[in-house]
Antibody, heavy 118, light 108 residues
């Protein structure tokens, strides 16, 4: 069974930084593309970033380009999201997701809350 | 960017009734790269349908997806109490990947 567990969320001030982690189990992590999807309070989900299985290809939504960096450590079955220059509009629950190829998000973690506020 | 518009915003139905949810894309999703997710309060979204019409593992057959091009539907043939939730469509044919605004299926 696929299991994704996020950690690293918490209150951060505008302009601050945070690194999210996602520990994966139950599948061959190194062969799967992974993504981060966020959901602001009361809103629908929003795709943030994706990374290939090898980690050599990455994609970002425009609003986080230059501020967020997705990466992975396949030896630790762990996905990361480094978030810098955080803004209040980045406030959301951040979900780690597994993708089927470059297709749908077929498994989701429970999410980690990142409130950005002074 | 492909914009997905879901309708209606809220659907009020009774258990046992049929639910039909709509998702319209701003441009053609020619390869049917469209998914549907269910989200219950306080939980992560769960994949229901991918490829516009294929059910994900473990999804009951009362859930079905259809459509092509710009118009897609999710049908729940007979609502069970656990089906009352918010449903989102999502396209993965082009970046940025986008979600619709959601349809809430509530108990009438």
């Amino acid at each position: 069974e696929v299991h994704l567990v996020e950690s690293g969320g918490g209150l951060v001030q505008p302009g601050g930084s945070l690194r999210l982690s996602c520990t994966a189990s139950g599948f061959t992590f190194s062969t799967c593309a992974m993504s981060w999807v966020r959901q602001a309070p009361g809103k629908g989900p929003e795709w943030v970033s994706s990374i290939s299985g090898k980690g050599d290809t990455t994609y970002y939504t425009d609003s986080v380009k230059g501020r967020f960096t997705i990466s992975r450590d396949n030896s630790r079955n762990t996905l990361y999201l480094q978030m810098n220059s955080l803004r209040t509009e980045d406030t959301a629950v951040y979900y780690c997701t597994k993708r089927d190829g470059w297709h749908q998000f077929d498994s989701w973690g429970q999410g980690t809350l990142v409130p950005v506020s002074s | 960017e492909i914009v997905l518009t879901q309708s209606p915003g809220t659907l009020s139905l009774s258990p046992g009734e049929r639910a039909t949810l709509s998702c319209r894309a701003s441009q053609s999703i020619s390869s049917s790269d469209l998914a549907w997710y269910q989200q219950k309060r306080g939980q992560a979204p769960r994949l229901l349908i991918y490829g516009a019409s294929s059910r994900a593992t473990g999804i009951p057959d009362r859930f079905s997806g259809g459509g092509s091009g710009t118009d897609f539907t999710l049908t729940i043939s007979r609502l069970e109490p656990e089906d009352f939730a918010v449903y989102y469509c999502q396209q993965y044919v082009s970046s940025p990947l986008t979600f619709g605004g959601g349809t809430k299926v509530e108990i009438k």
